[in-house]
């Protein structure tokens, strides 16, 4: 570094230069900022955030509705009325009816019922698993890396169909049987994402000043690494709701879920397939309900990474 | 990603499932026959008439284009057996006899007559000159080889549909391996064009039978060469036409075979086949002119569509009745369903009717017994002189009396019970629809349960279920085919239902040479089933197509297997 | 370098044995053989066929016969379609699989990509709500829903492209544009989300401090250090694309490699699945190999073999 000796040499400072200011030790290390703990912290900037805020409330709303709107009509989702099928929407059946003449706006909110307590139910388990994995296989490295990413590869490989199949030989259908189903494999994504992410951020200074200051690896883990790599896994998360949902309609259709009359929301939109362009309503509707989960969850899913991230703090 | 991938999975299994369920229904095992189906449906003109409508001017491309739904698993005659390849091989090979397109009789094919001994045992077939696609003379030499083939109980390759022969003399105990000697099985080459076959039991639809594929003749050639039929290169066939392209999983192609001693007959130069298993594209692409055929019984029409094609496009599409019966089974050795009572009540509480306007969609016939229409016996058509009506009606009142009674009879104060069925959604649909019907009408609680195919029917042969959905096609063109498989002990017979008298009159209609007889004994036979309501009959197959007008020859036996060979394109 | 692919090799053998194993013995243990039909065949046929197949065997001696032969590099033949080498149909519809894979694939990248560049440059603008709900739709509209209405809207209504079928280059349109809806959908987000990280970090304040320019801060800096989530999910992406996706071949008529698989399930064609399996497997490992030397290759901090003592 060349220093400009000339500056150095024109301030003189004289001890008049100094004064002594009226304040005691204590003061001085007093944090001017309320004191708030992370998760405070994160909820005040997410509600500051308004397009995370609809999202939420959205949400809200649709879990409600998935709650209450059954109650709201006088038909129930089996009720069969061969004298009214594939109906459009009117004031008697708001969203049309099937090609049972059963009434798609019960269906829809008792699918959603469904549909939500799977899609969060496997994408809870899936992000648990998957973080604590990811996060040894990538923290760890070395050898316990090596073979449990070796062991997730491998139960990635076996054929999917193969396991449902056996599954739905072992099991009686249950909610419980799918969401086992969904999340056998489901969690494998998530670890991968990250061990990458661990991988990359372990080698950075923070983790070094912590690692230094003894911290110990659940510490450097659960407090350092994974909190930093929150964006990917968020993101993830939230793209594991749909899929779920998705791949709950394959396994009702399979046998191993919920079973004829009951649907789901992507069970209902399976069977609408082959009739969308003559019946729209009996797809647009369900589709419409998952579309706004998901979107809500995933705005929602981004504000709440933007809240998170330490970096992002103002 | 491993969760899209299974969603995409679930879309192919709806697919893979449905073809199945198609196989199911268009499973058409043998083609014989002395009539075509009759048919109660309405617009019956699927054999689209072979060219009497005055002037035709033909198009100048003969290029069909036709879709299938599945991949013919095999091009060896011998070792084929699904409605596909019945298709895809009635087009490369010729047996001793061809069915006629119009009235369903077994007609000259490589042999030009026959004589039938007195007592009905012995034929002899004179072959024509004909020619195999490389030039060969097709002899009788050919066909002892081929059915040798199936027969033989150390060939490398068994053939699954062997016993299809099982009608000839010793064919039975020279495949299972009691006799050793194939001279003593009743086929006779007396020279090159002279062909005598020995039976073991008069069979009135034996001529029938020889159009089948099973009895089609192969080439010498293929003895050497174990993969023959997996090349396009290595098939010498004697039919009207030669496959001549194949991409696995995509597409096939068939050309004109100049050697055939018919050719003059056949107008089209090349059909070409696509494989895509799923109805709404298969539909798209007709209507976009991409297909000039859709439908059953090689490819599909969405169910939901069915009606609206109908009335869109009346003048393509058809409706034939096709000789095939869905049906629930009950498992008749666990209670309840032990009670004959309590199975009649289930069987007259379904209103059949609207089952078939609001989901079937097919214009299907209720079905009240278990042969169904098409089924030929004395000369006539079967169900036209035992009508299905006299077994039993759907009455609502009558079934909730027998409930009652059955119940009581068991001591239950409620019926709770599980309806299983292979996973697709038109046996879905219909489970549904029936569950409903069940739980309006008589009170009874029930549960619906899906199964993947492979489940499914091992659960359903190791009687490990209480109602299950079934369905049944025509092997030959006799009710026999129908009715011998409820014997006690028989090999289809998956309820566990056994009844002595019932076995007596199949015995009996088996060793009969009287039709009248034969017609009495299938008669009360099926009385005694419906009696003991074994089965619950839902409805009776019907095969729906789109046929561009333009296309014409293209028609489909009693049990809707369909020949393309004689199709044809009118200039449009 | 070297002392590592071979171990990795070693492993991936390793790997590639306990697949087999599992998938084998799964695949034995659920019901139902080749020759299940609803028409059953006569017991002593059936009983030739079995015998045929090895299928009479004890399931531990079946497992050992198929090792052998593995180990001799024969996948066997399948058992549905009679005679055909289980090596020709993977190679017969693998082709296909792989030539719609690879259009898809760069498609989703640099769709992907820019996409979520652009919404993490504009974050929280016009651009990035946009490209942000247009990703969201790619994700929850299920591809078959995509694929089919592509089909009414292009093929049928509009009649610009074939609505079925895999011959020339106009086939490839409506398959590309339903297959990569939702890997760009995920790809967007991945790369906005990073990029997002990326932006705030200190090396990018330098950088920017240091007066670079706005375009090569994004393409040396923020690409190279935000696209690491993006690799980790290209990975095995690309292994799941080129093998073959079930729908897409069933809608648009395309004689795929995931078609083939579903059907040898549903069939239970024995060769035939423990033959895709192991070439998924493959391909699943080799992708996700690539993907660890990628992290390697654009990150030098971080390292793949592990330190001792970590």
């Known amino acids: 570094m060349a220093v400009n000796d000339n500056m150095v040499k024109q301030v003189e400072l004289k001890p008049e230069d100094f004064r002594k200011i009226d304040i005691n030790d204590k003061e001085a290390e007093v944090i001017q900022r309320e004191s708030l703990s992370a998760w405070q912290d994160a909820w005040e900037r997410l509600r500051q955030n308004k397009m995370a805020m609809t999202a939420l409330i959205i949400m809200l709303v649709i879990i409600i509705m998935a709650i209450v709107a059954p109650h709201l009509v006088p038909y129930t989702y089996d009720s069969n009325d061969l004298m009214s099928t594939n109906k459009p929407p009117s004031l008697e059946h708001l969203f049309g009816t099937d090609d049972f003449g059963r009434d798609v706006f019960v269906r829809t909110w008792m699918g959603a019922r469904i549909s939500l307590i799977v899609g969060l139910a496997a994408a809870c388990i899936d992000l648990i698993f998957g973080v604590i994995y990811g996060g040894i296989m990538g923290f760890f490295g070395g050898r316990v890396d090596t073979i449990m990413n070796k062991f997730s590869e491998i139960l990635y490989s076996i054929p999917y169909l193969l396991v449902v199949i056996m599954l739905l030989v072992v099991f009686e259908p249950s909610l419980w049987t799918i969401i086992l189903a969904l999340t056998i494999t489901g969690w494998i994504n998530m670890s991968w994402i990250v061990r990458g992410e661990i991988m990359q951020l372990k080698s950075r200074e923070f983790i070094l000043a912590s690692r230094s200051m003894g911290a110990d690896w659940k510490r450097l883990l659960f407090k350092h690494l994974l909190p930093n790599a929150m964006g990917p896994i968020i993101v993830t998360v939230t793209l594991s709701v749909p899929s779920a949902i998705f791949s709950e309609a394959f396994l009702s259709f399979l046998g191993l879920g919920v079973q004829a009359p009951v649907a789901s929301l992507g069970s209902m939109i399976n069977d609408s397939l082959t009739g969308w362009l003559y019946y729209p309503w009996r797809m647009i509707f369900p589709a419409l309900v998952i579309s706004l989960t998901m979107l809500s969850f995933n705005i929602f899913g981004d504000g709440l990474r933007d809240a998170l991230d330490p970096k992002l703090k103002k | 990603m491993k969760k899209s991938k299974s969603l995409l999975l679930m879309i192919a299994l709806v697919l893979v499932i449905g073809t199945v369920l198609a196989g199911c229904g268009g499973n058409n095992n043998a083609s014989s026959g002395n009539n075509t189906a009759a048919t109660n449906a309405p617009s019956d003109n699927a054999g689209t008439n072979t060219g009497n409508t005055g002037e035709e001017k033909l198009a100048a491309d003969q290029t069909l284009k036709i879709n299938l739904s599945s991949e013919p698993p095999t091009f060896d005659p011998q070792q084929a057996q699904d409605s596909t390849s019945n298709a895809i091989l009635k087009l490369m090979y010729e047996g001793l006899t061809r069915q006629n397109a119009e009235t369903g009789q077994a007609e000259e094919g490589v042999a030009e007559s026959w004589d039938i001994s007195a007592d009905g045992l012995v034929y002899t077939f004179h072959l024509r000159d004909s020619k195999w696609s490389n030039g060969d003379a097709v002899t009788a030499n050919d066909f002892a080889f081929a059915w040798q083939r199936v027969l033989d109980p150390n060939a490398e390759q068994a053939a699954p549909y062997a016993y299809q022969l099982y009608y000839i003399k010793g064919a039975e105990d020279f495949n299972t391996g009691k006799i050793t000697d194939f001279s003593q099985v009743g086929i006779k080459v007396i020279d090159e064009k002279t062909l005598e076959v020995t039976l073991a039991n008069p069979t009135p639809y034996f001529l029938g039978l020889l159009s089948f594929y099973t009895y089609y003749p192969v080439h010498s050639s293929v003895k050497d060469n174990a993969k023959w039929a997996t090349a396009v290169d290595t098939q010498i066939t004697n039919g009207p036409f030669t496959l001549t392209e194949w991409t696995t999983g995509q597409s096939l192609a068939v050309t004109k075979n100049p050697s055939y001693y018919a050719a003059d007959d056949i107008k089209a130069q090349q059909i070409n086949f696509s494989i895509v298993n799923s109805g709404a594209t298969e539909l798209l692409s007709y209507k976009n002119g991409e297909l000039d055929r859709a439908g059953g019984p090689i490819g599909e029409i969405p169910t939901e569509q069915l009606p609206i094609v109908e009335k869109e496009l009346p003048n393509e599409f058809a409706r034939k009745g096709i000789a095939s019966v869905y049906y629930y089974q009950f498992n008749v050795t666990e209670k309840p369903f032990t009670n004959a009572k309590i199975r009649k009540a289930l069987a007259m509480a379904i209103e059949r009717q609207p089952i078939i306007d609001n989901i079937t969609l097919g214009g299907q016939l209720p079905a009240f017994g278990f042969v169904p229409p098409g089924i030929q016996s004395n000369e006539q058509e079967y169900r036209a002189q035992v009508a299905d009506s006299q077994y039993f009606t759907e009455d609502l009142t009558e079934a909730k009396k027998l409930l009652d009674e059955g119940l009581k009879e068991e001591g239950l104060d409620k019926l709770e019970f599980t309806v299983t069925y292979n996973t697709s959604e038109g046996h879905q649909k219909i489970a549904v629809a029936i569950a409903d019907q069940w739980k309006k009408a008589l009170g009874v609680e029930v549960k619906l349960e899906n199964k993947e195919w492979g489940v499914f029917i091992e659960d359903r042969h190791n009687l490990n279920y209480q109602v299950a959905r079934a369905g049944w096609s025509a092997d030959y063109n006799d009710p026999m085919t129908y009715l011998d498989m409820w014997v006690t002990g028989g090999g289809n017979n998956d309820s566990g239902y056994s009844n002595a008298d019932y076995d007596k009159l199949i015995q009996e209609a088996k060793t009969s040479a009287d039709n009248a007889v034969r017609q009495e004994k299938f008669a009360a036979a099926e009385k005694i089933l419906m009696d003991d309501m074994v089965v619950i009959p839902i409805y009776y197959y019907t095969n729906n197509s789109l046929t561009k007008e333009y296309l014409k020859g293209v028609t489909l036996d009693f049990s809707g297997a369909i020949d393309l060979s004689r199709a044809y394109l009118l200039e449009h | ?310």
């Open chain 3, 1 to 310: 370098m070297f002392r590592y692919i071979f171990n990795r090799f070693l492993h991936m053998v390793v790997s590639l044995f306990v697949l087999i194993s599992a998938t084998f013995f799964l695949m034995k243990a659920i019901p139902g053989d080749p020759f299940t039909s609803e028409k059953k065949i006569p017991e002593q046929i059936l009983q030739r066929l079995y015998a045929q197949y090895n299928l009479d065997k004890p399931v531990l001696e079946q497992y050992v016969l198929y090792l052998k032969n593995i180990l001799k590099g024969d996948l066997g033949i399948s058992m549905k379609m009679l005679n055909q080498d289980v090596t020709h149909i993977i190679g017969q519809t693998f082709s296909s699989s792989l030539k719609l894979g690879v259009v898809a694939i760069i498609v989703a990248i640099i769709v992907g990509v820019a996409l979520g560049m652009l919404a993490a440059l504009y974050h929280r603008k016009l651009i990035d709500n946009v490209a942000m709900v247009l990703a969201v739709l790619g994700i929850a509209v299920p591809s078959f829903v995509v694929a089919s209405l592509l089909q009414y809207l292009l093929a049928y209504h509009w009649k610009i492209f074939p609505v079925m079928g895999f011959k020339g280059p106009m086939n490839y349109f409506l398959p590309v544009m339903a297959l990569t809806a939702s890997p760009i959908a995920v790809i967007a987000r991945l790369t906005r989300s990073s990029m997002l990280e990326v932006l705030h970090s200190d090396y990018i304040k330098t950088a920017k401090a240091k007066g670079l320019s706005w375009f090569s801060i994004v393409s040396r800096h923020v690409l190279r250090n935000g696209i690491l989530p993006v690799i980790t999910y290209v990975g095995p992406m690309t292994a799941n694309i080129i093998t073959g996706s079930v729908v897409i071949e069933q809608i648009f008529g395309i004689g795929g490699i995931g078609k083939q698989f579903v059907q040898a399930i549903n069939t239970r064609d024995y060769p035939i699945i423990m033959g895709i399996t192991i070439f998924y497997g493959v391909i699943l490992m080799v992708a996700r190999f690539l993907t660890d030397v990628a992290y390697v290759a654009i990150d030098p901090r971080i390292k793949l073999a592990g330190r001792k003592g970590d």
